[in-house]
Every structure is written in structure tokens, then in C-alpha cells.
């Protein structure tokens, strides 16, 4: 068994034509509370990236490295009903170290990975709530919907949800044309609870 290469099965026309194009991985950071489980805890990973549920310090909050291992589970959203393709193409090859022994892990490989314009923000408090988001710039994308670099805020009940506007839609992950240092972005927040929240830049890429 191999690992699944994110891109290459959101890459298919096949798939494409689908799916939405956001992967969605339960990460099963919050203790199961009220007889249910939170849908915070879904890892998100798409063509511009991933994003994480919880801060690097807590154990699953590692960001998905879009290499998904061998019989774990995932969940896409479907345009149409019907089927997916998976090829042999799409398997991580031995160039790609650990890519198929651990979730999370981030892989190493001989290959040098080129390099994404991207930027993952956060908003949080000091209560341990947490929200991430993540804007990339890509020639192939526009500053509309483009499925496979856009996904949307899932709207379960969580406490904050801290995401970015394409018209009127909100967006957990957006994918954005070709970097333009003019370029604004317009970004929003919920909270059910009143309080002091951060909002800080996690990580930038490019």
C-alpha cells in the first residue's frame, strides 16, 4: 500500500469534475463530550494547502502535508453523485520519505518541493480557542471560486470561526491569482462568546 498524493488526486479532470476539490481528515483533537464530537476537528487540505485545528503545541495540530497514508479515511464533497478515480499515478513513490508511516508526519524527499506563495493566519485566545485560515497566490487561480484552490467554511457550531470573503461567501481556504503586493483581502470572524482574541500570522510560504 502507498500513500495518496493530495495534489495528483485533486489534480485528475476526472475528479475534478466531481468534487469540490477540499479534503477533509478528522484529527480528533477535542474529548468526545454531550454524546457527540465536535466537527472542529476536521483537517482541511487543498491545491493551495493545508490547514490545522489546533495550535502546534497540542498533539494533532500538525498541519496536513497533503501525503495521505495508507487506510486513512477522508471525506470530500461531491457536485454530482458518482465515483472517483484512483491510479497509480497518484501513489507517493519511495522518493518521498515517511510518507506513508504517519498522518501528520511531514515527508522529506529527495526531490526539492517548490516553493508556494501562501500565508496561514490564526485567531485565537487565551482559553484555547482556535481558528485557522490560509490565502495563497497561484497562477493558475483567480480571485473568484476556482474548485480545487477555494474551500468553505463548515459551519458546525464551533465557538470562532475565523475566515476570508470571496463576494459574499466565506472561505477557510482561498487560493488567489498570481501574487500582487497591492492585492487586499477581505477577512471576517464569529464568535459565540465575548472576549480578547489575537489574530496573528502562523507561518508564510514564498
Known amino acids: 500500500?502507498?500513500?495518496?498524493?493530495s495534489d495528483l488526486f485533486l489534480g485528475d479532470a476526472f475528479n475534478k469534475n466531481n468534487i469540490n476539490g477540499t479534503i477533509y481528515l478528522w484529527t480528533h483533537n477535542t474529548a468526545f463530550t454531550n454524546n457527540s464530537y465536535?466537527?472542529?476537528?476536521?483537517?482541511?487540505y487543498?491545491?493551495?494547502?493545508?490547514?490545522?485545528?489546533?495550535?502546534?503545541?497540542?498533539?494533532?495540530?500538525?498541519?496536513p502535508t497533503g501525503k495521505i497514508a495508507a487506510g486513512q479515511g477522508f471525506f470530500v464533497e461531491a457536485k454530482v453523485a458518482g465515483n472517483l478515480k484512483f491510479n497509480n499515478l497518484m501513489r507517493s513513490g519511495a522518493t518521498i520519505t515517511n510518507a506513508n508511516t504517519q498522518f501528520y508526519k511531514v515527508a522529506t524527499s529527495k526531490e526539492k518541493p517548490k516553493a508556494k506563495n501562501r500565508v496561514w493566519l490564526n485567531m485565537g485566545n487565551t482559553d484555547g480557542m482556535f481558528s485557522q485560515?490560509?490565502?495563497?497566490?497561484?497562477?493558475?487561480?483567480?480571485n473568484g471560486y476556482d474548485s480545487g484552490y477555494d474551500g468553505l467554511v463548515s459551519d458546525a457550531g464551533n465557538y470562532i470561526s475565523f475566515y476570508s470573503f470571496i463576494n459574499e461567501d466565506i472561505y477557510k481556504i482561498q487560493g488567489r491569482a498570481t501574487f500582487n503586493k497591492e492585492d487586499q483581502v477581505?477577512?471576517?470572524?464569529?464568535?459565540?462568546?465575548?472576549?480578547?482574541?489575537?489574530?496573528?500570522?502562523?507561518?508564510?510560504?514564498?
Open 1 to 5: 500500500p502507498s500513500a495518496i498524493d
Open 186 to 206: 477581505r477577512l471576517g470572524y464569529f464568535s459565540s462568546v465575548s472576549g480578547i482574541f489575537n489574530i496573528n500570522i502562523d507561518s508564510k510560504e514564498g
Open 38 to 44: 465536535t466537527q472542529n476537528d476536521y483537517a482541511k
Open 46 to 63: 487543498n491545491l493551495v494547502g493545508g490547514t490545522r485545528t489546533a495550535s502546534a503545541a497540542v498533539t494533532g495540530g500538525a498541519t
Open 133 to 142: 485560515q490560509l490565502v495563497g497566490y497561484f497562477d493558475a487561480a483567480t
